[in-house]
């Protein structure tokens, strides 16, 4: 499956953005799904995940109650909805697809990896 990653950009404290990955050559349906972030110098993180239905969902503590994961199977898109953005989020997005039904929040329990999109938050 490939996955596009898209809806970076530049923006001030406190804005707003919502990211979406849009699938192509097989169905997300069977996918739970990942966005991670990394900004320079350290690691990749899982910021927000969801399993195959959007039934279930993780948020990582640094985003709770700003970010929103939310996904559209029948369009084979998944979102992150980035409220009360913070210079700390400033980072570039990717986001991932894991081939088992379930959410998972560490890198190497995904199987395929979008390009990644900047998001830039100054303050």
């Known amino acids: 499956v490939q996955l596009q990653a898209s809806g970076g950009g530049l923006v001030q404290t406190g804005g707003s953005l919502r990211l979406s990955c849009a699938a192509s050559?097989?169905?997300?349906?069977?996918?739970?799904m990942g966005w991670f972030r990394q900004a320079p110098g350290k690691e990749r993180e899982c910021v927000a995940a969801i399993n195959w239905s959007g039934g279930s969902t993780y948020y990582a503590d640094s985003v709770k109650g700003r970010f929103t994961i939310s996904r559209d199977n029948a369009k084979d898109t998944v979102y992150l909805q980035m409220n009360s953005l913070k210079p700390e989020d400033t980072a570039v997005y990717y986001c991932?697809?894991?081939?088992?039904?379930?959410?998972?929040?560490?890198?190497?329990?995904?199987?395929?990896w979008g390009q990644g999109t900047q998001v830039t938050v100054s303050s």
């Open positions: 050559g097989r169905t997300l349906r069977n996918y739970a």
């Open positions: 991932a697809a894991r081939h088992s039904l379930a959410v998972a929040t560490t890198r190497n329990e995904y199987d395929y």
